[in-house]
Each structure stands twice: as structure tokens, then as C-alpha cells.
């Protein structure tokens, strides 16, 4: 327990901070960040814990985000060691949000603080931005921030996301982007009959189906150098009465796009729209964007944190924009610059979720040193 990131994260993920509670997290941090000279400001809303807290007046603004809330435990029974009683076993710390994402916090502490000592003044600015409110709606946590910055004019430069990317090793993957997510309920209408008199009626299932199969049989794009193409998933159909007996008056079709930057959320609403009316289908549809794509290329961020990695722990990185939808989504609307960089996501929300020691030290060195060359002394 000698190493201060590991000190650290052990603190704060003792705080049974199950999302949206913070419990407390940021108040350790926050203690941590003021001697350092940040000025501290929380940005609460509907019981959410948001703080913003910047060193510095001028650009360029480098920030910190993450969150401090985890998922639910799942059942106690099935821990090794209580979740919010973090345990270090066969080098291995043990315990509720250590992968997802309180070691990365605990990081960008600890790096900051020796930036910070061996550059009292530094160019540019620091910041952090935490919230309470990730793993779950996510409507009142780091997007309330990203508003009350906009309101006032206020855009980073550079911003680093704690969020675990690593895959088998620290390093080996942080991600440079995300896909977007495009959802929509698709209500296909019919009339309803008994079922020995199908002329009676118009069965809204044998409707659709042309039309579905070619919607999963279409490529939407072939995607770019850092993006997969585009996906269309069905996630859900219901439709019926339950009876075997009864054509349905109508079926609800679940589904989701998550698409690259090669597409835009209007050209597929389009394109969609497009085969079912072709296909004569009588429909409606709820649309819902959660999220935008959004991707950082080659330059001075991207470059300064494979370089760390480098340095620090002997890989190559890759750069990916896999998996699902994160706070960049929100961040990324005020900053150009922006990446995913933290430890193995092996166990993430998994029961006995745990990170490896060795590493905590490490990220803070990699942190430490992306600093160093962003903001060069």
C-alpha cells in the first residue's frame, strides 16, 4: 500500500458510490485537488455529484474526466471479498469500481500532483471533470457540466477519459473514438382477424418481413481507417395477442444503429425510411439519438499518449474505436482532442472486479507523462 495511486484508489473505492450517489468520492478528491491550487465547483443537479475543478485561466486547457459512480454489486454471496471492502490478493486489488473506474481516478490524481511539483508553472491550464451520474441515464451528470461550460464560453483543448480500454495488458488499446447510437421503435400497422380468414385482415408480420430482411442484408457504409461499418441490429418484435388464433392489428420492432463517422443519423433515418416505403410497408417510427460518433486523429494528444506508453510500459498502442457509447459522447462536443485511456476491462461490472497493482503506478506515469508533453515546460 506504499504506492500513493494504490493508496488512493483504495479510499475512494471503499465508498459504496452506486450509481448516482457519489458517497463521498469527490470529496477525497476534491481535498487532494485544492492544496495543488484548483478551484473547486460543483455543478449538482436532481442529486447528481458534478465537479469541475480547474488550475490555471489560459489555454490550453487540459482536463481529467471520469466518473465516481459504479454498478451494482450483483449478489454479496458471490464476492471473494465484500466490493466495498477492496482487498489486494495475489497482486491483484480487489473491490466495486477498481477497473471501472476509481484506480483511473486515483491516476490522475497522483499524476497530476507530480506535474505539478516539478511544474509549479506550467503552461496552460488544468482541469477535472467528474461526475456521479455515468453508469446509469447519464442525464444529469457529465452533460450538465458540458452545458454550464458552453453556457459560458468556456472549451478544452485536450481532454484525457479514464474509462478501462486496456485488453490483455496496460497500454495495449485506448480508444480514440466511439461509434454512434441511432434507436428507433418501429410500429408496423395491420388489421386484426381471426386467423382461418386471413383475407379478413392484413397481417403486419408477413408485411414487414421482406422489408426487414433487406434492411439487414444492407451495408450502410464501409466505415474508415478508425471506424468498423456501420451496424443495424433488431433488438426486439412483439406482436400478437398471445393467442395462436388471432392475426395481430399490429407489430413494435425494436432496433439500433451503431454507426461511424462515414454515416450521419439523418442519412440513415433516410435511407431506413426508404426500404420500408418501398417495400409498401404502413408504419411509424420513434426515433431516439443517444449518441453522435465522435473521433480523434493523429496529433499532438494521440501522439504524446502512444509515445507514454512507449516509454512507460514497452508497447506499441493501438488505436480503436470499439465497444459501446461513453462520456466522450458529451465531452467531445467541446473539445477536438480527446481520448479513452485506462487500465485492463477484463472485469468490468463483473463480480470480483480487480485490477492489477503493478499497474495503478504505471497509468499515473503514462498520465504524468502526456501531461509533460502537452504542456511542456
Known amino acids: 500500500m506504499s504506492d500513493s495511486t494504490v493508496a488512493l484508489a483504495t479510499r475512494i473505492i471503499a465508498r459504496p458510490s452506486v450509481t448516482p450517489d457519489d458517497a463521498g468520492c469527490m470529496e477525497i478528491l476534491a481535498a487532494r485537488l485544492k492544496p495543488l491550487g484548483f478551484s473547486l465547483e460543483f455543478i449538482n443537479r436532481n442529486g447528481v455529484t458534478n465537479l469541475w475543478a480547474r488550475r490555471g485561466a489560459v489555454k490550453p486547457l487540459f482536463v481529467f474526466a471520469g466518473h465516481t459512480d459504479v454498478v451494482p454489486t450483483g449478489p454479496l454471496e458471490k464476492w471473494t471479498s465484500p466490493p466495498f471492502a477492496p482487498e489486494i490478493r495475489d497482486g491483484m486489488l480487489y ?11 486515483a ?11 516539478d511544474n509549479p508553472a506550467h503552461p496552460g491550464s488544468l482541469a477535472f471533470l467528474l461526475t456521479s ?5 447519464a442525464n444529469d451528470g457529465t452533460i450538465a457540466v458540458v452545458e454550464a461550460l458552453k453556457a459560458r464560453g468556456e472549451a478544452l483543448d485536450f481532454c484525457v477519459i479514464g474509462e ?7 497500454g495495449d488499446m485506448i480508444k480514440n473514438g466511439r461509434r454512434g447510437s441511432l434507436s428507433g421503435v418501429l410500429t408496423v400497422k395491420g388489421i386484426q382477424c381471426h386467423i382461418a380468414y386471413p383475407e379478413k385482415g392484413r397481417n403486419p408480420i408477413h408485411d414487414v418481413a421482406p422489408a426487414l ?25 412483439h406482436g400478437g395477442t398471445g393467442a395462436t388464433n388471432v392475426v395481430p392489428g399490429s407489430v413494435e420492432i425494436k432496433f439500433n444503429f451503431r454507426f461511424s463517422t462515414a454515416s450521419t443519423p439523418e442519412g440513415l433515418q433516410q435511407r431506413l425510411c426508404d426500404i420500408l416505403d418501398r417495400h409498401g410497408v404502413d408504419y411509424e417510427i420513434k426515433w431516439t439519438l443517444g449518441a453522435r460518433p465522435f473521433l480523434t486523429g493523429r496529433g499532438p494528444l494521440a501522439d504524446a499518449a502512444t509515445l507514454a506508453i512507449r516509454e512507460i510500459c514497452g508497447i506499441e498502442t493501438e488505436l480503436s474505436t470499439t465497444g459501446g457509447t461513453s462520456d466522450g459522447r458529451f465531452i467531445a462536443e467541446i473539445c477536438d482532442q480527446l481520448l479513452e485511456i485506462g487500465p485492463v476491462n477484463a472485469t468490468s461490472h463483473k463480480i470480483d472486479e480487480c485490477v492489477d497493482i503493478a499497474a495503478l503506478p504505471k497509468l499515473s506515469a503514462i498520465y504524468t507523462r502526456i501531461l509533460e508533453q502537452v504542456l511542456p515546460a
Not at 95 to 105: C, N, Q, W
Not at 133 to 137: H, R
Not at 218 to 233: A, S
Open 164 to 170: 478501462p480500454t486496456s485488453v490483455d495488458t496496460l
Open 107 to 117: 491516476a490522475m490524481v497522483t499524476a497530476v500532483e507530480a506535474f505539478v511539483a
Open 95 to 105: 473491490g466495486r469500481g477498481t477497473a471501472d473506474m476509481k484506480s483511473s481516478l
Open 133 to 137: 451520474d455515468e453508469e446509469g441515464d
Open 213 to 237: 430482411a433487406e434492411l439487414a442484408a444492407t451495408e450502410w457504409d464501409k466505415g474508415n481507417e478508425y471506424f468498423p461499418p456501420t451496424t443495424w441490429q433488431v433488438s426486439n418484435i
